[in-house]
């Protein structure tokens, strides 16, 4: 399961969890504009914008599970187990395979309103990328600096939601995670008011009691709801540190810990948290072992070039002593 949201603090931030029982080797992969995208279905991309994310490289392949492109246009999957419904082929759309549709949309478009419109005409289609990797059920949040939206592949066809509160989590569908946010519309950040009765006394005896009742278990609902309220109310000064501590500090707020999330022997973690400066193309990351926040620069790199430039992940504690 995961949690993505979209922010702005003086420059637009972006970035998920990737909660998992088990990693596929994910490293911070580069596409410079001049690597040829081979799409199953559709013409190839020759050019294209180039795009940071995290992906799994495999048969020299960029299978991104997230990422930004140079216009700072920004795209997550994540998990949708049982509700994500791929089609079959049709000759009178645009068929992309869902582990292709990350790079067709961010190699081609800058906004999310080109997004949406593309969009009318998009069939996800049920192409697995090898019989190693077998499709995974997803859906995805695209984004900007000023909106994003839900794309969902379902039994009755492909739904595009507007998606103003810039999370994204698991199940269920998004339009059901929208109105489970009735149930929580009385949560506050500031201290409550005694509505119970006037003839009772009732203290305020702790902070935080504002926001008493916000769900606190791992599930994709309960995440959705806590993520939602930490985003909406978040507040940061505009510095880069300040931006990025604070944007950790939401995915922090609903991050797995091992031994939570039985799944038979092994158990589900935060593999990675990420969060990349869409404005500077800037990709930061932390692991589940390695809680120092590194970094890697797509304009560091030759964004004209042909050829992938991969990072592995750091996953090794690093710990800064002081005496």
Not at 136 to 159: K, Y
Not at 279 to 285: L, P
């Amino acid at each position: 399961m995961c949690t993505a949201a979209n922010y702005t603090a003086g420059d637009h931030y972006f970035g998920r969890n990737l909660d998992l029982e088990i990693s596929y080797h994910e490293t911070v992969v580069v596409t410079p504009r001049n690597f040829r995208f081979a799409f199953r279905r559709v013409p190839e991309l020759v050019t294209h914008h180039a795009m940071i994310g995290i992906a799994t490289v495999s048969d020299g392949y960029p299978l991104y599970y997230d990422g930004t492109n140079d216009r700072g246009l920004s795209m997550a999957g994540l998990n949708f187990p049982e509700n994500a419904d791929y089609k079959p082929e049709s000759p009178d759309a645009t068929n992309i395979a869902p582990f292709e549709f990350i790079p067709w949309v961010l190699g081609q478009f800058e906004t999310v309103a080109d997004v949406r419109g593309a969009l009318a005409d998009v069939r996800l289609v049920d192409i697995p990328f090898s019989a190693h990797f077998p499709l995974s059920p997803l859906h995805w949040i695209i984004s900007d600096r000023t909106e994003s939206i839900t794309v969902e592949s379902v039994a009755d066809g492909l739904r595009v939601y507007d998606n103003p509160v810039q999370v994204l989590t698991n199940n269920p569908t998004y339009d059901m995670q929208v109105f489970n946010l009735n149930n929580y519309m009385s949560l506050s950040v500031d201290p409550p008011e005694n509505h119970f009765s006037e003839q009772l006394k009732l203290d305020t005896y702790s902070r935080g009691l504002g926001a008493f009742g916000l769900p606190g278990d791992l599930s994709s609902a309960s995440r959705f709801v806590k993520a939602t309220f930490t985003r909406v109310h978040s507040v940061s000064g505009s510095s880069e540190s300040e931006a990025i501590s604070q944007f950790f500090h939401i995915l922090g707020s609903v991050e797995q810990q091992r031994g939570l999330v039985r799944l038979g022997d092994k158990y589900e973690i935060t593999i990675y948290s990420s969060c990349c400066n869409t404005d500077k193309g800037i990709y930061y990351y932390r692991t589940y072992e390695n809680s120092q926040i590194t970094g890697v620069d797509m304009h560091r790199e030759d964004l004209d070039g042909k050829e992938l430039a991969v990072y592995p992940l750091v996953t090794g504690q690093q710990v800064l002593m002081q005496n």
